[in-house]
């Protein structure tokens, strides 16, 4: 729609010629989802910004405060170090993760508090080893 609505003709009369126009050259025929009610996740509860959050969930994006999310990162790396496959991977992953951890606990972030401390790498090495033994 680049029309620019005419001065002295009102709003709506102008809008309602460009879906009238837009009718009759059919651009509304066979729209995905004609038809059909719009999707929602839960029942009998409307959130306005559902749309933001299906797309959110469906482009793969995370909106989590730092911290929060580094303690994700965190709990994710503590669990591929443990099922890592030698130990200087292990060494490799906690090295990098207490790397994030000690950035973070000396510029912190706005939002909460990360509440995690770096990982003793030779309590996960010690751990890691066990894990292997009893395999």
Known sequence: MTERKPPGVDFESW???QIRDAEARGEFDRLPGAGEPLPHDVEG????LWWVKRKMAREGFSVLPP????RKEAEDALEAALAAPSERI???IIGEINDKIRDMMFKPPPGPPLG???YDVEDVVRQWRERRADR
Request: glycine residues 0%.
């Open 15 to 17: 809008v309602d010629r």
């Open 45 to 48: 509860t409307y959130d306005e």
């Open 67 to 70: 911290a929060l999310a580094l």
């Open 90 to 92: 292990v060494r490799k």
């Open 116 to 118: 995690k401390k770096p």
